[in-house]
C-alpha cells in the first residue's frame, strides 16, 4: 500500500537547522511532485514547497525562501527538507504529500505522510 513516512523532526534552538526525510512507497514516486506543508496548534496546514518530478525545479512559500530547500531522490524515492536559520515560527507538524501538478493547495495532494514535530526553540 501507498506510505509516505517523514522522519528527521526534533527540537532546535532559533538559528538550528534540520533535515526532514520522507521515504515512499507503493507509487510510482517519480511520477509525483513532492510538496512539504506544514500546520502550527490552531492553524491550518499551510504550503511550505514543492519540487517537480525531475528536481529541477522547486517553489516556496515566502516566509522560508532562502532558509529551505528541498531536493528529491527518485532512486530512493525520498523527497527531503533542509531546514536552515529555523525560527521559532517554523514550529509546526511537517508533512510531506504527492500530487500530480505542483500546486500550493493542499486538497489536490493525493497521497500524505503522517508528519513529523518540529520544535523551534526562542
Known amino acids: 500500500q501507498v506510505q509516505l513516512v517523514e522522519s528527521g523532526g526534533g527540537l532546535v534552538q532559533a538559528g538550528g537547522s534540520l533535515r526532514l526525510s520522507c521515504a515512499a512507497s507503493?507509487?510510482?514516486?517519480?511520477?509525483?511532485?513532492m510538496a512539504w506543508f506544514r500546520q502550527a496548534p490552531g492553524k491550518e496546514r499551510e504550503f511550505v514547497g514543492v519540487?517537480?518530478?525531475?528536481?529541477?525545479?522547486?517553489f516556496y512559500r515566502e516566509s522560508v525562501k532562502g532558509r529551505f530547500t528541498i531536493s528529491r531522490d527518485n532512486a530512493k524515492s525520498t523527497v527531503y527538507l533542509q531546514m536552515d536559520s529555523l525560527k521559532p515560527e517554523d514550529t509546526a507538524v511537517y508533512y510531506c504529500a504527492a500530487g500530480p501538478i505542483a500546486i500550493i493547495t493542499s486538497t489536490q495532494y493525493d497521497y500524505w505522510g503522517q508528519g513529523t514535530q518540529v520544535t523551534v526553540s526562542s
Open positions: 507503493g507509487f510510482t514516486f517519480s511520477a509525483y511532485v
Open positions: 519540487i517537480r518530478r525531475s528536481g529541477g525545479s522547486t
